[in-house]
DNA sequence: TTGAAAGCGCTAACAT
DNA sequence: ATGTTAGCGCTTTCAA
């Protein structure tokens, strides 16, 4: 069931040792004529080492663990596309583990790419805000490490783990105050779900900025909803139905942008028009956001350089106990045309 | 560097077959008292089962290899998203392998993934007009299957191989179809790349759909373009400018929606009104296509389903020889708001 | 039902 | 520079 090593040694009349080291890379060197000789019976023989074996002998595999909300969500999937590409890159081959945005799934996953022995894990979904979930799960994170395997998160995933950082709360300070400085003094936000890190991060950008231009936001101008278009749909109709169409907001942030798709959408069916009455925006940059009518003001998030740096970062990672690395990658706001100045 | 089973064992007093057997299923049974101090001593030293030493004991791993062009495209994110489930339920991993639709790639992805000894393949992406490469493919695949691997495509995949076919020509025809029966008789078609086998199906369904409505289709009618939303303006430009307007379709026939939505985009920005002056359609319903504006006319593709199909029927996949399993997956017409009537 | 022992295919000391 | 020889951690006959 497949050609050993050993047949090919045989085959080429050497010891498995040096057969070895002809194919598989080592630090030993063998000489020119024997090597070409192991390469030549390799070749005849259809030899392909077994991963297995050679990560049981090596005691680490070639492969990088990729744990992800959902990998059919574009944010998870364009980080998922730099993941895949660094990990080519430095001869590993990315396994898949889907959460569902579950901290127990999460921690399964955890627990299972550490029996899978894997070389690195990427963390790409938020961490979570349920402290005892965290907890477990910065735990496991911390057993895996200490048996020298290596972390690195997408947004910050504990202090002690290696991270790369979008700027999630300067990129939507930066588009609150972007709005603020279009005229608008009515905002409403649709955050994340409570359970994500990042809401929270996001959401506190758009405050800090907005108290900075003296604007107020009240507990019933913030709603939390989940990042779908669906999510986007019920909570700006919620936010919009709960009071006269006068106190409406001339502006209305969906901190993700397929909830601002939603917003989008049942705006329009509303007829209300974008952004003549009220002004929306996202944030990630989807691909489809500028495809969307009217295209998507938004905060754009480098997702594919944030999978391929955590991959990097992760292989890098130094042993616990060693300062873990940071790496900060900007966002920036995207001007396009959901928004505008205020009604007046 | 984590804890082993010999380790476990000896904390319970049994020898490793026994706790082996205990604890990673096994046909034989233990006695439910050692069985419990196995699984207690397990708990308590924080055993995880070593995969790759599982593996090689096993000659299989707990892996399915899922080959695809780009995971970062809608369509395959979606068809990721099916197998990652189904292979979870079959308690097993996904382990991506990019090929960014070039042969040479895809070939070497099936040799790594050959080498991993996974226990299945799913090749996500169309199979290769080039017989040469075909035929690598072929036999690389034949190979890796007469060594127990198993296999399924997305799409045919070669004649001798299992396969989960959405009825993309039925689909096309269909759509064309209906076009027709909107009264349209200018056509224009933006099929897929001439590398993939699956433009030529659905570009077969929409001809042989045409042609049954009496409705010819002229060389400078169809156009080959990438799967993106840049092939499709750039394909709709040529189709436009190469000829004067009274001559311009009145249906163009994207068949795939990121294609669609360029050259939605294109029209839009030519002032050019859809549906009013030309009826665009696309093929797949990526989630995207109903937020476009106009909202998008297609064919919709069960993705999900077609790679949670696939994991099972790869699994299920007979040795070589018995005829390949051949599941055909329903393609249904889904009528939005780009198409209507041909102006008069 | 349990244990002893022989691999699974490869790598890495260690010896030569 | 090459070969010898132990394992890596687990499963699985085969005996008991």
Redesign the interface.
Known sequence: ??VTLSEVARHAGVSPATASRALNGSARAVGQELADRVRASAAEL?Y??????Q??AR?T?A?VG?LLP?????A???I??GV??AA?AAGL??????TDGDPDAQLRGI??L????VRAVVLAGSAFTDPAAARAIDAALA?YRA??GRVAGITEQGAEHACVLPESEAGAAALARTMAGLGHRRFAVIAGPRRYRVSADRLAGVRSALTEAGIGLGPQDVRHAEPT?AGGRRAIADLLDGRPVERWPSCVLALADLCA?GV??EL?ERGVPVPGRISVAGFEDL??AA???PALTTVRLPL?QLGSEAVRLALADPPPGVAPARLRLPARVVLRASTGAPPR
């Open positions: 069931m497949g259809g392909l080492p077994n991963a297995a074996a990560a049981l005691s595999t492969h990729l959902d990998i059919g969500d574009p998870g999937a364009a998922a596309r895949s590409g080519a081959l990315p396994l898949l583990v889907e627990l299972a550490r029996g899978q022995r057993a048996d020298g278009r798709t989008l959408a329009r691909p489809s495809d969307l009518v594919e």
